[in-house]
């Protein structure tokens, strides 16, 4: 019963960490942001993996998955301090986002809710394939927003974990005690061989 409950959970957990992936890899190719493109892609690809090791009972694809989840926190806290521009980070310096091959910010600089984009006209520190814009009446600056939005895989991300190992761990002890019983063992029951010889014993009357 536990092992189902844990499964069902790591399931739940999966299918939000999807969704919530799928969702932020729509908004990140909306803003051109190139390495939370390619990061969100291998994410999706661990999860696919994951669930598919929760339900085919494979605990190494869930170990997988687990030591994907710590280096998926490692990468949305490095966003989470770049947004808010943590020590000598600066988004006005480092276009990170964009491998530096553009000027494109997040979606949400010009989309945020509330959000009034006035065009700069005749603007002579802009590229000749870029504009500049002014941004006003935001209700929640799209920096938060980002951040929020990491803030959430983080939190999935750390239930994932925990759930990834308690049944991998399940699954592994169920594996060893069906070996040990004798399943799949090479030690287990051998029928008797047949004999080629056969051995005659006198007949007494």
């Not at 399931?11 to 190719?29: G, H, K, M, P």
């Not at 945020?112 to 006003?136: K, Q």
């Not at 063992?185 to 061989?193: H, I, L, M, T």
């Amino acid at each position: 019963m536990g092992k189902c409950d844990g499964r069902c959970t790591l399931l739940v957990i999966c299918s939000l960490q999807l969704v919530a992936a799928l969702q932020r890899q729509v908004f990140d190719f909306l803003g051109y942001q190139w390495a939370p493109i390619l990061a969100n892609f291998l994410h999706i690809m661990a999860v696919i993996l994951g669930m598919f090791g929760t339900v085919q009972f494979r605990f190494r694809y869930l170990i997988f998955y687990a030591v994907w989840l710590v280096l998926w926190v490692g990468w949305n806290s490095f966003i989470i301090c770049f947004y808010l521009e943590v020590g000598n980070l600066s988004q006005d310096r480092d276009f990170l986002m964009t491998f530096n091959t553009s000027l494109h910010r997040s979606w949400w600089m010009e989309h945020g809710p509330g959000c009034l984009v006035t065009p700069v006209l005749d603007s002579r520190i802009a590229p000749d394939d870029h504009h500049v814009i002014t941004v006003s009446g935001c209700l929640l600056d799209y920096q938060y927003i980002e951040v929020l939005s990491s803030a959430v895989q983080v939190l999935l991300a750390l239930f994932g974990f925990v759930y990834a190992c308690y049944v991998s761990k399940v699954f592994q002890d169920d594996e060893d005690s069906f070996d040990f019983i004798g399943g799949f063992d090479s030690y287990g029951y051998q029928p008797p061989q047949k004999s080629s010889h056969l051995q005659l014993q006198p007949l007494y009357t």
